[in-house]
């Protein structure tokens, strides 16, 4: 990846003007927000399956520059990353919903979720966007594990899977106990 100096960008009139243009372009975008009919959902891929978040439980999403793995824990667990200094357990939601298990791949993205006390980075092949949807999510699919169930809400108007981030972050088998491993 190339890097420039800030004063390469000013001193550049094409990409200034190019710059200005997105800003411009940012600036007159249509905000949604949540609404009475309607929620705000990220919506993300992992593999061939579409899966969405409530935003409000979302911090941040940034893409995957780098992680540390770490050894002896279950197979969902990708390792650890650092975000602004602060570091995160990496969640890979594929082996807990009984998918086949991946490695990051370049152009990952990681969405950083809290509530509950608990924070978390989920992983995601990719970022789809944001959606307004139906606060009631029509019922779980039934191919989902009975222990993922738990923190599945359904699936929204866009057949994404809708997950719970609280049920998911105080879901037990994600709670680890070092001296239960001992």
């Known amino acids: 990846m190339e890097t420039h100096d800030l004063r390469t ?27 009475a009919d309607g929620a705000l959902l990220i919506q993300f891929r992992l593999g061939d399956g579409r899966y969405a978040l409530p935003a409000h439980y979302a911090r ?23 975000i602004h200094g602060r570091l995160y357990t990496c969640i890979d939601l594929r082996p807990l919903l009984d998918l086949p298990g991946a490695p ?7 969405i950083i979720i809290q509530g509950s006390g608990a924070e978390a980075a989920l992983l995601a092949d990719s970022v789809v966007g944001m959606v307004t949807d139906a606060l009631d999510a029509s019922p779980a699919p039934v191919m ?39």
């Open 9 to 35: 960008f000013q001193s550049n009139s094409e990409w200034r003007a190019t710059l200005e243009a997105r800003a411009r372009a940012l600036a007159t975008q249509e905000v949604v927000e949540r609404t």
């Open 60 to 82: 941040e999403i940034q893409p995957l520059r780098a992680y540390t793995p770490l050894f002896g824990v279950p197979p969902f667990i990708v390792g650890l990353v650092n």
């Open 104 to 110: 990051p791949t370049p152009g990952s993205f990681l």
């Open 144 to 182: 989902a594990s009975s222990a993922a169930t738990s923190w599945i809400r359904g699936v929204d108007r866009d057949l994404s899977i809708v997950i719970d981030p609280i049920a998911l972050l105080t879901d037990p088998r994600l709670i680890v106990d070092h001296q239960a491993a001992a």
